[in-house]
């Protein structure tokens, strides 16, 4: 089982940008997904979350309203979209999805964001 993103780069302030994420090795579209971040010098922050059971939606407050996360069953395939992107945007973001039990205990390798002009 493994999750693999990719879609970081360098974008101005103000821009926008696709994340993926690729799943396998499990049945992707029965387990719930989310998206994470971690800046230089903090913390791991939760972006948003994708249910398995019903698909419900959250977000993280300091994201709510300029991301989106969804999924492509088919492909197994979780997105986030990222647009009014800030410098303050700026982490390493992961996937992550919980297979064995309540938490999140699959994560990705991480893609970098950066926001800058």
């Known amino acids: 089982v493994q999750l693999v993103e990719s879609g970081g780069g360098l974008v101005q302030p103000g821009g926008s940008l696709r994340l993926s994420c690729v799943a396998s090795?499990?049945?992707?579209?029965?387990?719930?997904m989310g998206w994470f971040r971690q800046a230089p010098g903090a913390g791991r922050e939760f972006m948003a979350a994708l249910r398995g059971s019903d698909s419900r939606i959250t977000y993280g407050d300091s994201v709510k309203g300029r991301f989106a996360i969804s999924r492509d069953n088919a492909n197994n395939i979780l997105y986030l979209q990222m647009n009014s992107l800030k410098p303050e945007d700026t982490a390493v973001y992961y996937c992550?999805?919980?297979?064995?039990?309540?938490?999140?205990?699959?994560w990705g390798q991480g893609t970098q964001v950066t926001v800058s002009s």
């Open positions: 992550a999805a919980k297979i064995y039990g309540e938490r999140y205990d699959l």
């Open positions: 090795g499990f049945t992707f579209s029965t387990y719930a």
